[in-house]
């Protein structure tokens, strides 16, 4: 199969770099940095359309919904990273945010051949999922083009899923398929065609906003406070008592004391201390505020 890659910004060669084999180790590093300051700036224009991508996975997950990441590569391998992530910092269930990447789990430590060039594999791993249309399917590839990406976009978009892209390329065939396009133009990389630098960086980036952005919207952070981390070892552990000190001024005994009185669940301890309620008086009261503390405090 023939790809014309004459056009793709991604692919493209990097005048900064054109000697860079050439160069003292400092002075090499020094055109990396340069070029990876660039990435921030390629971001912040695109905030727009992440602030209708993160408005669009806070309704899905209001309604039940998942958000599922789509790519090939590195592209897909960051989308399992940020979903992974997702439980232990915000308490979600494992299947609300969901990474996919072609070629399965042997392609997250090494290329699966062809894989990527499989439109309809993206498709049957959707349909494994029993998507639905109150999911949002994120598609991640640099280029824009992954055929991998692209069946799962086009069997998302059928059944009335919202169909976000993220590529680096603005002119790509996911832009064309997507609901929501985000196209950080980070411009060619300094090894030419290697998408995993500045493509990878604007690609997490974005993905960092997405979950987290949509995670505080859903009332999973309380001022900046991770308030629904969940204690799975001492670091976390500790980090709750922080939180809670932090949200009540209370001393750490006293936050322990009302985490412990809970079963060490952040938001739950911290109206204990805010509203004078018991454990289970708090837990009724977030419930009936679905989750957020603020609304609960001002109920």
Same mark, same amino acid.
């Given at each position: !199969?023939?790809?014309?890659?004459?056009?793709?910004?991604?692919?493209?060669?990097? @005048?900064?770099?054109?000697?860079?084999?050439?160069?003292?180790?400092?002075?090499?590093?020094?055109?990396?940095?340069?070029?990876?300051?660039?990435?921030?700036?390629?971001?912040?224009?695109?905030? @727009?359309?992440?602030?209708l991508a993160v408005d669009a996975i806070t309704n899905a997950f209001a309604?039940?919904?998942?958000?599922?990441? !789509?790519?090939?590569?590195?592209?897909?391998?960051?989308?399992?990273?940020?979903?992974?992530?997702?439980?232990?910092?915000?308490?979600?269930? @494992?299947? !609300?945010?969901? &990474?996919?990447?072609?070629?399965?789990? @042997?392609?997250?430590?090494?290329?699966?051949?062809?894989?990527?060039?499989?439109?309809?594999? &993206?498709?049957?791993?959707?349909?494994?999922?029993?998507?639905?249309?109150?999911?949002?399917?994120?598609?991640?590839?640099?280029?824009?083009?992954?055929?991998?990406?692209?069946?799962? *976009?086009?069997?998302?978009?059928?059944?009335?899923?919202?169909?976000?892209?993220?590529? +680096?390329?603005?002119?790509?065939?996911?832009?064309?398929?997507?609901?929501?396009a985000i196209t950080p133009v980070v411009g060619p990389e300094v090894v030419? &065609?290697?998408?995993?630098?500045?493509?990878?960086?604007?690609?997490?980036?974005?993905?960092?906003?997405?979950?987290?952005?949509?995670?505080? #919207?859903?009332?999973?952070?309380?001022?900046?406070?991770?308030?629904?981390?969940?204690?799975?070892?001492?670091?976390?552990?500790? #980090?709750?008592?922080n939180i809670v000190v932090e949200a009540t001024g209370v001393s750490a005994?006293?936050?322990?004391?009302?985490?412990?009185? +809970?079963?060490?669940?952040?938001?739950?301890?911290?109206? *204990?201390?805010?509203?004078?309620?018991?454990?289970?008086?708090?837990?009724?009261?977030?419930?009936?505020?679905?989750?957020?503390? #603020?609304?609960?405090?001002?109920?």
């Open positions: !199969m023939k790809i014309d890659l004459t056009k793709m910004v991604t692919e493209s060669r990097n @005048p900064a770099s054109a000697e860079i084999d050439t160069l003292s180790t400092l002075d090499m590093l020094k055109v990396i940095n340069d070029e990876d300051k660039k990435v921030a700036l390629a971001v912040e224009a695109e905030l @727009p359309n992440i602030a309604d039940g919904g998942r958000l599922i990441y !789509m790519g090939a590569g590195t592209s897909g391998r960051l989308g399992i990273l940020d979903a992974s992530e997702c439980p232990p910092t915000y308490g979600t269930n @494992p299947a !609300m945010v969901v &990474g996919l990447i072609a070629g399965g789990h @042997p392609a997250i430590l090494k290329a699966v051949e062809n894989a990527e060039d499989n439109a309809e594999l &993206g498709k049957q791993n959707l349909i494994d999922l029993a998507l639905t249309d109150k999911d949002v399917v994120v598609g991640i590839a640099a280029s824009g083009r992954t055929p991998y990406v692209l069946g799962g *976009m086009r069997y998302a978009k059928s059944i009335g899923s919202t169909v976000v892209a993220i590529a +680096c390329n603005p002119v790509c065939t996911m832009v064309d398929e997507a609901n929501i030419t &065609g290697s998408s995993r630098m500045k493509a990878g960086t604007a690609q997490k980036l974005v993905l960092n906003m997405l979950t987290s952005g949509a995670m505080i #919207r859903s009332g999973k952070v309380f001022g900046n406070l991770m308030v629904d981390v969940e204690a799975t070892n001492a670091k976390l552990i500790q #980090r709750q008592t005994e006293e936050a322990d004391s009302a985490l412990n009185a +809970c079963g060490r669940h952040c938001k739950t301890a911290i109206l *204990m201390l805010l509203a004078n309620l018991s454990a289970e008086q708090a837990k009724a009261k977030l419930d009936a505020n679905n989750g957020f503390i #603020r609304q609960a405090l001002n109920a």
